[in-house]
């Protein structure tokens, strides 16, 4: 009964480090999505994907990079952070016109 | 573009109150419409969800309505208790392949 599972939980990076945060979800959902919220801004859609293969800027993609690894799994990279992108980061699958579930987050510090 | 409201930001009210949560929509062509609750360092939780056609959905205390030609909905909690403590979002779909655009939520306190 996992659901949408993120890596890590927590994070401190330096300006300028790379990383990449991981989703796995286990309810077969073909749709999956990475979003980040930030006070007074609520939740902005950064990449989708609708389908394994297929991926699809959102709301505030700069500075992000996405793969859809498998009907699984779907990474976020940050290919050099900046101090903008410190945020709490969610991603989420859903099956089309059904439930979203979310994972946990990923509390991002860069500085 | 799709935007989405949520009146009011913060609510406080005493326990065994029953309250109303309200949710507006500027593009009223939805295609579903979500109500979520997220505790204070976690993810968000589906509380609901309206299809375009329906008019309504309720879960236990929880019901939650939708006019879509006004763009509106609210969700309604009967008799609130200190564990409905959270903040609540609001999110719409314009179609079933599309993402969600969020409200920035209404942070509800019950105090005992």
């Known amino acids: 009964n996992a659901g949408v599972t993120q890596t890590p939980k927590f994070q401190v990076l330096k300006t300028g480090q790379s990383m990449t945060l991981q989703c796995a979800q286990d309810?077969?959902?073909?749709?999956m999505y990475w979003y980040r919220q930030d006070p007074g801004m609520g939740l902005r859609l950064i990449y989708y994907?609708?389908?394994?293969?297929?991926?699809d800027k959102g709301e505030v993609p700069n500075g992000y990079n996405v793969s859809r690894l498998n009907k699984r799994e779907f990474s976020l990279r940050l290919e050099s952070a900046a101090p903008s992108q410190t945020s709490v980061y969610f991603c989420?699958?859903?099956?089309?016109?059904?439930?979203?579930?979310f994972g946990q987050g990923t509390r991002l510090t860069v500085v | 573009k799709q935007e989405v409201t949520q009146i009011p930001a913060a609510l406080s009210v005493p326990e065994g109150e029953n309250l109303v949560l309200n949710c507006s929509f500027t593009d009223s062509a939805i295609y579903n419409l979500q109500w979520f609750r997220q505790d204070p360092g976690k993810g968000l939780t589906s509380l609901l969800l309206i299809q375009s056609s329906q008019r309504e959905q309720t879960s236990g205390r929880l019901n939650a309505s939708l006019d879509k030609s006004s763009g509106r909905s609210t969700l309604y909690i009967a008799a609130s208790q200190p564990g409905d403590s959270a903040t609540y979002l609001c999110?719409?779909?314009?179609?079933?392949?599309?993402?969600?655009?969020f409200g920035k939520g209404t942070m509800l306190l019950v105090s005992p």
């Open positions: 309810m077969n959902h073909n749709s």
């Open positions: 994907s609708a389908s394994e293969g297929t991926t």
């Open positions: 989420a699958s859903s099956v089309e016109t059904g439930k979203a579930f």
């Open positions: 999110a719409v779909s314009m179609s079933g392949y599309s993402t969600l655009t």
